[in-house]
């Protein structure tokens, strides 16, 4: 009883130094000069200071590299990951990333330890869940702002195809539609206005965007551009069946979604219900169940041949699921 209260002290000391380190705001005094400083650049009226000012708040959220080196250094393709963090679309570093990995990885790992788990078999799963789950909830959240893009990225096209019509240039309808439309479009939008502001060409704005979002349907739209551009022609017009080729894209994957929920709903049934049970049976007699969870020194890696059947079991789960999943992804 006595490790396990020194293990858990030092668990929790060490999960309290790596949130403050995280997130941990910046000292006063940089702050102060910071904020002097952008006063300073919007007060004068030097072309110098207003570019300098404009490359200032274009830079702003890079990341330092000065902090969790340690943690960040752990990762093995930081640029990819990076990239997936800015396509969340949030304010999110890759120290925040790591940290909360090392959180989840300290507190799995403690508490299978206090409920009697082998060593191995805590830093295993904790292992396995510091490195999915967060990867997971990135995922979620990076295809939740794709599908909101995508949702009203028409009506910016059709935006930009009345401005276009009614005689602005391209240059001033993009920043039309970075403030008349709401969410990640007006977002990207944005930014690619900046850019452009401070001294970017539109192709190489655009196409920053492009690789950042990762979408089909943004890189139709800067396809389009840059052909022309360098081609002419009736550029409201092409945008025009952009937008209707982008809306009837749409409609199809809600056709798809709509054909294939049946089979996701039975996945879903099948995959939940074995730990369903698996929990409720620990619940009402959990003497019964006592033997899974209870260390086999004989066994593979200190488990007991119940763990070892049930990684087994969750293995071929997986395979499974991966199969299904396939089975109902159809690429439009």
Not at 45 to 72: D, P, Q, Y
Not at 156 to 167: C, I, Q
Not at 267 to 293: D, E, Q, R, S
């Amino acid at each position: 009883m006595d490790v396990n209260i020194i293990l858990m002290t030092a668990l929790l000391a060490t999960l309290l130094g790596l949130l403050v380190m995280a997130f941990a705001g910046p000292s006063a005094d940089k702050a102060r000069k910071r904020r002097v400083a952008s006063i300073r650049g919007r007060h004068s009226e030097s072309a110098e200071a207003i570019m300098e000012a404009r490359m200032r708040k274009a830079i702003s959220n890079r990341a330092t590299g000065t902090e969790m080196k340690m943690l960040v250094s752990l990762i093995p393709n930081p640029e990819l990951l990076t990239k997936r963090l800015r396509m969340t679309g949030k304010k999110w570093t890759l120290s925040q990333y790591m940290t909360a990995s090392a959180v989840i990885f300290l507190l799995i790992v403690g508490f299978l330890e206090l409920r009697g788990f082998p060593m191995l078999m805590a830093i295993m799963v904790g292992l396995a869940a510091s490195l999915g789950l967060p990867h997971w909830w990135l995922g979620k959240l990076i295809n939740k702002r794709v599908n909101q893009f995508n949702a009203k990225f028409p009506d910016a096209l059709e935006l930009l195809t009345r401005g276009l019509r009614s005689g602005l240039p391209i240059a001033e309808t993009l920043g039309v539609v970075s403030s008349e439309i709401p969410g990640p479009v007006g977002e990207e939008f944005k930014l690619v206005t900046e850019r452009i502001k401070i001294g970017k060409s539109m192709e190489q704005a655009l196409q920053e965007t492009a690789d950042r979002l990762g979408t089909p349907e943004f890189q139709f739209f800067t396809i389009t551009l840059s052909i022309q551009r360098e081609t002419g022609g009736n550029l409201a017009e092409t945008l025009s069946n952009l937008a209707t080729v982008l809306r009837q894209r749409a409609q199809m994957k809600l056709k798809i979604r709509a054909m294939s929920s049946e089979s996701k709903a039975s996945a879903y049934i099948i995959g939940v219900l074995p730990f369903l049970v698996f929990g409720m049976i620990c619940y009402i007699n959990f003497n019964y169940m006592k033997p899974f969870f209870t260390p086999d020194p004989v066994g593979l890696f200190g488990l007991s041949t119940m763990q070892v059947v049930g990684l087994g079991g969750m293995c071929w789960m997986g395979i499974g699921a991966y199969i299904m999943a396939q089975m109902v992804n159809f690429e439009i």
